[in-house]
């Protein structure tokens, strides 16, 4: 009987756990063409039969890269390494050297694809890359009715599995604050202090702010008081104190981000304010191998587009980078010059938009600037 029941154990386990390690759905994106892969190894062959590629071209693997890998049809592929693809002519597909260059990764939400060369991805990191509303519930597609639900703070590594979908969270109960909706998911409940409301916007420090309930007759809340939601309210919040014409929380939010990503990033409000990128790759190969990089935090930020980038002074870099030199100056000890590098305004990136851009996002910028340097 004892044996009997350890069996029935063991199967109910070795059940849940297949359900848990069902494997993820994969995708390639050829010719910028997502097309679904029956599984992260396939053979080259069978990328160029999904994606209708004729024989007379082959499959090149984009690394971004003068040497982007040519692959072999009867090659096993695997699609962690780099799901990104292109055709060329056989002609012009001639060996070359070692790829050294990280690959391009496309990641698809909903059917909708984003490139990325990340491939250490967060719930948090998808919402920004994809601009997804706060109410969705991010899910990891698998081979399995039991998908994967991505939690904001959760680890979405590529490597798990490209092809994600969402589901709107249903909530009977939300508020607006700033012009921002708020449900149950982010701590709204049917009764809320002052300071509870405001620390949905401002939660480094929610006390220094004034709270006014709009949709009750611009009813000021004090920071203790408990109120009912009606549902449906609207709240403005206001900080009592704004200092050097920038939120200063909002620029070390997105550094926090940064460095839980294996960045190293100073935040310089002496002489500044400042951001300095330190130690920044550079394309493979090329000398300096790396350097740091000063942005100045605009005034208004983050209303105020990030602009321009400044290098040490007498880099290298320095006549190579995209961007011609303009005015020098010191800060935190360091000589710096300034090059007319704007990728928010006509240099390649999308038109700033301060509730996706940041100093998070301009590491992206910066790194492209670097590696197309001549």
Request: glycine share 8%.
């Given at each position: 009987?004892?044996?009997?029941?350890?069996?029935?154990?063991?199967?109910?386990?070795?059940?849940?756990?297949?359900?848990?390690?069902?494997?993820?759905?994969?995708?390639?994106?050829?010719?910028?063409?997502?097309?679904?892969?029956?599984?992260?190894r396939?053979?080259?062959?069978?990328?160029?039969?999904?994606?209708?590629?004729?024989v007379?071209?082959?499959?090149?693997?984009?690394?971004?890269?003068?040497?982007?890998?040519?692959?072999?049809d009867?090659?096993?592929?695997d699609?962690?390494?780099?799901n990104?693809?292109?055709?060329?002519?056989?002609?012009?597909?001639?060996?070359?050297?070692?790829?050294?260059?990280p690959?391009?990764?496309?990641?698809?939400v909903?059917?909708?694809?984003?490139?990325?060369?990340?491939?250490?991805?967060?719930?948090r990191?998808?919402?920004?890359?994809f601009?997804?509303?706060?109410?969705?519930?991010?899910?990891?597609?698998?081979?399995?009715?039991?998908d994967?639900?991505?939690?904001?703070?959760?680890l979405?590594?590529?490597?798990?599995?490209?092809?994600f979908?969402?589901r709107?969270?249903?909530?009977?109960?939300?508020?607006?604050?700033?012009?921002?909706?708020?449900?149950?998911?982010?701590?709204?409940?049917q009764?809320?202090?002052?300071?509870?409301?405001?620390?949905?916007?401002?939660?480094?420090?929610?006390q220094?702010?004034?709270?006014?309930?709009?949709?009750?007759g611009d009813?000021e809340i004090?920071?203790t008081?408990?109120?009912h939601?009606?549902?449906c309210?609207?709240?403005?919040?206001?900080?009592?104190?704004?200092?050097?014409?920038?939120?200063?929380?909002?620029?070390?939010?997105?550094?926090?981000?940064?460095?839980e990503?294996?960045?190293?990033?100073?935040?310089?409000t002496?002489?500044?304010?400042?951001?300095i990128?330190?130690?920044?790759?550079?394309?493979p190969?090329?000398?300096?191998?790396s350097?740091?990089?000063?942005?100045?935090v605009?005034?208004?930020?983050?209303?105020?587009?990030?602009?321009?980038?400044?290098?040490?002074?007498?880099?290298?870099l320095i006549?190579?980078?995209?961007?011609?030199?303009q005015?020098?100056?010191?800060?935190?000890?360091?000589?710096?010059?300034?090059?007319?590098?704007?990728?928010?305004?006509?240099?390649?990136a999308?038109?700033?938009?301060?509730?996706?851009?940041?100093f998070?996002?301009y590491?992206?910028?910066?790194l492209?600037w670097?590696?197309?340097?001549?």
């Amino acid at each position: 009987m004892t044996t009997v029941h350890a069996m029935k154990v063991d199967g109910a386990a070795n059940e849940a756990c297949s359900l848990r390690e069902a494997p993820p759905k994969w995708s390639a994106l050829v010719d910028d063409i997502l097309v679904p892969m029956p599984q992260r190894r396939v053979l080259t062959k069978l990328i160029r039969d999904q994606a209708s590629v004729p024989v007379e071209y082959v499959i090149v693997r984009d690394h971004n890269s003068p040497d982007d890998v040519v692959l072999d049809d009867d090659q096993v592929v695997d699609l962690a390494d780099g799901n990104v693809f292109y055709r060329l002519p056989k002609c012009d597909g001639q060996p070359r050297a070692k790829c050294t260059a990280p690959p391009k990764l496309a990641i698809s939400v909903d059917d909708r694809v984003e490139v990325t060369m990340n491939p250490h991805q967060t719930g948090r990191s998808l919402r920004d890359l994809f601009s997804l509303h706060r109410h969705v519930r991010i899910v990891r597609d698998v081979e399995s009715p039991d998908d994967v639900q991505i939690g904001t703070d959760d680890l979405a590594a590529f490597g798990d599995g490209p092809v994600f979908y969402t589901r709107k969270v249903e909530s009977r109960l939300s508020i607006t604050v700033n012009s921002q909706i708020f449900t149950a998911q982010d701590g709204v409940r049917q009764t809320m202090t002052g300071a509870q409301i405001a620390a949905l916007v401002f939660g480094d420090n929610p006390q220094a702010t004034k709270i006014t309930w709009q949709s009750n007759g611009d009813r000021e809340i004090g920071q203790t008081d408990s109120i009912h939601l009606l549902g449906c309210d609207v709240f403005h919040v206001t900080r009592c104190e704004v200092i050097g014409g920038y939120e200063r929380s909002r620029v070390e939010l997105e550094l926090m981000r940064l460095r839980e990503g294996g960045a190293e990033v100073s935040f310089i409000t002496a002489q500044g304010p400042a951001v300095i990128f330190h130690a920044m790759p550079t394309r493979p190969g090329s000398t300096p191998a790396s350097t740091d990089v000063l942005v100045q935090v605009p005034s208004g930020y983050p209303g105020g587009m990030i602009d321009g980038a400044y290098l040490p002074a007498n880099s290298p870099l320095i006549g190579r980078v995209v961007g011609s030199p303009q005015h020098q100056f010191t800060i935190d000890g360091r000589g710096w010059q300034l090059i007319s590098y704007h990728p928010h305004n006509g240099g390649g990136a999308p038109t700033w938009n301060p509730m996706k851009h940041g100093f998070h996002t301009y590491y992206g910028e910066l790194l492209s600037w670097l590696h197309n340097a001549k």
